[in-house]
């Protein structure tokens, strides 16, 4: 997040939920990165969430064919 790189935020977004992290988990991390960065990193956390969410979907899309 400080480093404000959203190539890099998706990134690792997408690992996150490649590696099974929870939601709770995933906010602690924003939760710690605006605690470091402060209000400059606002925007790439939304950015963040925006690509957690889309990753949900996905995975929701993905269960949805199994079943």
């Known amino acids: 997040m400080v480093l404000r790189c959203n190539d890099c935020i ?15 988990e995933f906010f ?7 605690i470091v ?7 790439h956390i939304r950015h963040a969430v925006e690509i957690l969410e889309q990753c949900r979907e996905i995975q929701k899309e993905h269960q949805a064919i199994k079943l």
């Open 10 to 24: 998706t990134y690792h977004v997408i690992r996150y939920v490649q590696e099974g992290v929870t939601d709770d």
């Open 28 to 34: 602690e991390a924003l939760n710690i990165a605006l």
């Open 37 to 43: 960065g402060r209000s400059i990193t606002v925007p």
